[in-house]
């Protein structure tokens, strides 16, 4: 006789207090929301956020991830939203949620994380706000004190749109264990990025042999996501080591 199986209840939803906004690039802002029944969540989760819509029977929501680390304290989360041309929720997060807001969150959820029983090397390949959860994973291995490697290839339009660019500079500085390899695709001039295109088969290949990682996370567009999973099994990493997240 089998046991029966044993499901988690639900996460409630519950009313957060916006009590930080800031602004990470001209499109995409980080909003610190203070939780009344905080709720312990693994790096790269993510929360429902849902608000009302006009002209809508009922609330819109969205899922976003969290930026912020699980330490020292999960009683304010970090979500990072940018803003979608068209979209229903995030241009009222972006551009009319001020701190003192109230907005309705659910969660966390999501099995596309990492802590120190992952072990190391890292590599993480992420476009644009698809950066969000592995600055939770970043942020998270500061705060503990570990020093597994990790190596983010990142994809931005041009330098004032890479999200957390100053604070990832800083790490790259001060940690010894965190590399950056950006590239950009409409800033030819700059003299930031490694590379000056999307994100291709021979860049991540070039990148796999330098990091040799462990396991592997990618975070992005559905297509950039499929393009990187099949460099990364054509450069022999072992599929059960690649962890995907993609979003529209």
């Avoid at 930026?67 to 009683?75: A, D, I, Q, W």
């Avoid at 969150?105 to 706000?129: C, H, I, K, N, Q």
């Amino acid at each position: 006789m089998t046991e029966a199986r044993v499901r988690r209840p639900a996460p409630a939803w519950q009313s957060g207090e916006v009590v930080e906004v800031i602004e990470e690039t001209p499109e995409t802002k980080s909003l610190r929301i203070r939780l009344p029944e905080p709720a312990a969540f693994l790096p790269g989760q993510y929360f429902n956020i849902r608000i009302p819509v006009e002209g809508r029977p009922r609330p819109i929501q969205r899922a976003y991830s969290i930026g912020s680390s699980p330490l020292p304290s999960v009683e304010v989360i970090e979500v990072g939203v940018k803003e979608m041309v068209g979209g229903l929720v995030s241009p009222v997060l972006v551009r009319n949620t001020p701190v003192g807001s109230t907005l309705e969150v659910r969660g966390p959820y999501g099995s596309f994380t990492w802590t120190e029983e992952d072990g190391g090397p890292v590599l993480m390949v992420a476009a644009g706000s698809g950066v969000v959860p592995f600055m939770g994973m970043i942020r998270y291995q500061r705060e503990r004190g570990t020093s597994f490697p990790m190596h983010l290839l990142f994809s931005s339009k041009a330098g004032e749109f890479v999200i957390y660019r100053d604070e990832l500079d800083e790490l790259v500085s001060s940690t010894g264990w965190l590399g950056v390899s950006h590239t950009f695709t409409r800033d030819p001039g700059s003299p930031i990025p490694r590379f000056r295109r999307r994100i291709d088969k021979e860049m991540v290949t070039e990148i796999f042999a330098e990091v040799r990682p462990r396991i592997a996370f990618v975070c992005g567009p559905p297509e950039m996501v499929d393009d990187v999973e099949r460099a990364l099994l054509e450069a022999g990493m072992d599929p059960a080591a690649i962890k995907t997240e993609k979003y529209d």
